[in-house]
């Protein structure tokens, strides 16, 4: 995201101010006040927890989506699977996750787990956080065995390797919706939305492990 927003800037179509946390924590911030003009989500529901409360102008449009992973450190010995194995397989190693009260990742997270049924053996195990980025801080610096992070998360490390993906049905689809926040500002926010669309911009969210619809140069 920042480095579409300084592409928007440096092309003269306006200077992006960007605020970065977790879906839940940036979903509270505007129910209570807090200045803002685009709202994008890690997930569905806390987007359409501020529709319903009346503070999103339209519908939400969505930008791109994502893949679920458990990751591990690049140098643990131990490989990792989905299965009746990874309980065992963890031991007394810690797995981080975000807290899957309000972390988009960590929802996904313990949905994909209960449809594996592996939570229960898992949940003594894990390590809530207040966000995704905390979970992959953690297993790259070897204070957990394990993490469950969105592939784009593990795109960026090179402390980190990818044990194994969830299945695309193991969880709700990964979509990042984008909304205008009622009482904008500026027309800018409904502009920038535009360009997060347009496909100089897909290339790199793709470049950076995210999926999307992505159709031209570079693509």
């Given at each position: ?10 092309e003269g179509l ?83 996750i975000g807290d ?120």
């Amino acid at each position: 995201m920042s480095e579409v927003a300084a592409r928007h800037e440096a092309e003269g179509l306006g200077e992006i101010r960007l605020v970065f946390a977790s879906s839940g924590v940036l979903a509270r911030q505007i129910a209570n006040g807090a200045p803002a003009d685009l709202f994008v989500s890690a997930n569905t529901r806390w987007m359409d927890w501020l529709v319903a409360r009346g503070l999103i102008d339209g519908s939400p449009a969505p930008l791109f989506g994502n893949r679920l992973v458990v990751i591990q450190p690049v140098d643990a010995r131990e490989t990792l699977a989905l299965d009746d194995s990874l309980p065992a397989r963890l031991g007394d190693g810690r797995l981080a996750i975000g807290d899957p009260a309000h972390v988009p990742a960590g929802i996904y997270a313990k949905e994909a787990l209960e449809s594996l049924r592996l939570w229960r053996q898992l949940e003594h195990s894990a390590v809530f956080l207040p966000n995704v980025r905390a979970a992959l801080l953690l297993v790259e610096r070897g204070e957990a065995a394990a993490g469950i992070v969105y592939a784009s998360d593990a795109a960026i490390s090179g402390k980190v390797r990818v044990a194994a993906t969830f299945p695309p049905e193991s969880h709700a689809p990964i979509v990042y919706p984008a909304g205008i926040v009622a009482d904008a500002r500026t027309d800018g926010a409904r502009a920038f939305r535009r360009y997060l669309r347009w496909p100089e911009a897909q290339v790199v969210f793709r470049r950076h492990g995210f999926a999307v619809d992505c159709r031209g140069p570079g693509c």
